[in-house]
């Protein structure tokens, strides 16, 4: 498995290509939609993930978090 940075999806294609890999069109949107989220200055992680565990009753898991 291998990390990219995720300034901008332009950037991560860049890195992925120059690793020669390819970014999966599939992909695209949902990364789109997290770049769009993480752009926007209202956004709260912390109220986003109380959010999600509520829309999946609680069987959401988050790495590193204390119970």
Request: aromatic fraction near 8%; charge should be negative; avoid cysteine.
């Amino acid at each position: 498995m291998n990390w990219w940075p995720f300034g901008s999806l332009d950037q991560l294609d860049t890195a992925i290509t120059a690793a020669g890999r390819t970014l999966y069109a599939a992909h695209r949107p949902l990364l789109q939609r997290a770049e769009a989220l993480l752009a926007d200055p209202g956004f709260d992680p912390e109220e986003y993930a109380d959010r999600m565990e509520s829309r999946t009753n609680g069987l959401l898991i988050t790495a590193g978090t204390e119970a």
